[in-house]
């Protein structure tokens, strides 16, 4: 069955970084699309990134230029790189693939000094 679970989260400054790692298993890795998301405190989640499988990317506009993403097919895991975080990420970060319903536990990112 498809599972996704994600790693690397913590409690960082402002314009510190994290990366977070994310394995997913049960679907053939390396064909599919997969996505990052987060869910701040009290609101909905919401989309950050795409990584296709060739590794082009594309962020939403409040992290572009901050978070990079990657994957490393051999391992089934995508990476997201986050750079000058600002208080307004603190979220828990999911990873998934295009198209599924499944989430894992998420990982907590609190960025606050």
């Known amino acids: 069955q498809v599972q996704f679970v994600e790693s690397g989260g913590g409690l960082v400054q402002p314009g510190g970084s994290l990366r977070l790692s994310c394995v997913g298993s049960?679907?053939?890795?390396?064909?599919?699309?997969m996505t990052w998301h987060r869910q701040p405190p009290g609101k909905a989640r919401e989309w950050v990134a795409t990584?296709?499988?060739?590794?082009?990317?594309i962020y939403t506009d409040s992290v572009k230029g901050r978070f990079t993403g990657s994957r490393d097919n051999a391992k089934n895991t995508v990476y997201l790189q986050m750079n000058s975080l600002k208080p307004e990420d603190t979220a828990v970060y999911y990873c998934?693939?295009?198209?599924?319903?499944?989430w894992g536990q998420g990982t907590q990112v609190t960025v606050s000094s």
């Open positions: 990584l296709w499988p060739g590794g082009a990317t």
């Open positions: 998934q693939k295009a198209g599924s319903t499944t």
């Open positions: 049960g679907f053939p890795f390396s064909d599919d699309i």
